[in-house]
């Protein structure tokens, strides 16, 4: 299973509500990512988790809040979003950090509309 | 502050070769060249990476320059399939983190 999988396909929220994204990986990877990529721009880093401890803050706002429950399970907990949040969140792992070697598994993502 | 360049689009017929350039001036002796592409309405996939010497696998050729400040991506014989967005990233060493560049969407002709 070489699969990314990433929970819910599409979100839509209002500025007040609190959500969670879920990304999960059954390849045995200790590295997992978070990205926010905006229409016609690449990836942008947010959060790595390596080992299941956070490894890489890119200064991320703190009303995004990410969780590594276990090594298969990656969340983003949103909460007070701004309608410019709205994007495309890209979940990724690789079975090290991602780096000479490392091939990153990227899921399909969750576009999020900030109303 | 880009790493590497691209250009924004090209374009290809099928069946014929393509050559997607990069350039990285910026390029340190540890930092690796990794290509990967984003089709429609999916996550980016890993295409290829290599650090100094020419690198083949079964989706693509890398010819990195003997300076290293430039490499080009080459699909020998493009298919419909290959339309997509392709990302030069350079992985700098040290700071452990992946820069993108912007990307080349590349079209492809019947």
């Known amino acids: 299973d070489t699969e990314v999988t990433q929970t819910p396909k599409h979100l839509v929220m209002g500025m007040t509500n609190k959500k969670s994204l879920k990304c999960e990986q059954h390849?045995?990877?200790?590295?997992m990512y978070w990205y926010k990529q905006k229409a016609k721009k690449p990836p942008e880093l947010m959060f790595v988790y390596s080992y299941e401890k956070l490894s890489i803050n890119e200064s991320v706002p703190s009303r995004f809040s990410p969780e590594c429950p276990n090594s298969s399970l990656l969340n983003l907990h949103l909460h007070a979003l701004q309608p410019e949040d709205s994007a495309l969140y890209l979940c990724?792992?690789?079975?090290?950090?991602?780096?000479?070697?490392?091939?990153?598994?990227f899921g399909p993502g969750t576009r999020l509309t900030v109303l | 502050d880009a790493k590497t360049t691209q250009p924004n689009s090209m374009e290809s017929n099928e069946e014929e070769p393509v050559h997607l350039p990069c350039n990285h001036s910026?390029?340190?002796?540890?930092?690796?060249i990794h290509w990967y592409r984003q089709l429609p309405s999916q996550g980016p996939e890993y295409v290829i990476h290599?650090?100094?010497s020419n690198v083949n696998n079964r989706m693509a050729s890398l010819a990195i320059a003997e300076d290293r400040k430039s490499s080009t991506l080459i699909l020998h014989r493009a298919t419909l399939r290959d339309a997509a967005v392709y990302y030069c990233?350079?992985?700098?060493?040290?700071?452990?983190?992946?820069?993108f560049g912007s990307g080349t969407k590349l079209n492809v002709k019947p």
């Open positions: 910026t390029i340190s002796g540890t930092d690796y």
């Open positions: 390849m045995g990877h200790r590295a």
């Open positions: 290599g650090l100094t």
């Open positions: 990724a792992s690789s079975q090290g950090l991602a780096g000479a070697a490392n091939e990153q598994f």
């Open positions: 990233i350079l992985y700098i060493y040290n700071f452990n983190k992946f820069y």
